[in-house]
């Protein structure tokens, strides 16, 4: 079974930071994108962030300058740095894994709440 662990989600007041850590594992698991996901209440699942092995990222607008995304390749493993935090960053945040044949993953979420 695939799955992805991930950690870092709290209560944080407004400027604060956190960081989102999601481990990947599995048999057979090879991955080639590895991102966060986010969904506020009321709201769509919106790309927060990505990064691919090779390197390239997407960032959302919402969070650039703010957010920072890497990756442990070796362990699978992707991080998101999230500084700077707003109340309209609250979300339950997901982490997402894309591997070489397309199959696609995801973690249970983890919930960061910021305050004001």
């Known amino acids: 079974q695939v799955q992805l662990a991930e950690s870092g989600g709290g209560l944080v007041q407004a400027g604060g930071s956190l960081r989102l850590s999601c481990a990947a594992s599995g048999i057979g698991f090879s991955i080639n994108v590895m991102g966060w996901y986010r969904q506020a209440p009321g709201k769509q699942r919106e790309l927060v962030a990505s990064?691919?092995?090779?390197?390239?990222?997407n960032v959302a607008e919402s969070v650039k300058g703010r957010f920072t995304i890497s990756r442990d390749n070796a362990k699978n493993t992707v991080y998101l740095q999230m500084n700077n935090l707003k109340p309209e960053d609250t979300a339950v945040y997901y982490c997402n894994a894309e591997g070489w044949g397309r199959e696609t993953y995801w973690g249970q979420g983890t919930q960061v709440t910021v305050s004001s």
């Open positions: 990064k691919a092995t090779g390197g390239s990222t």
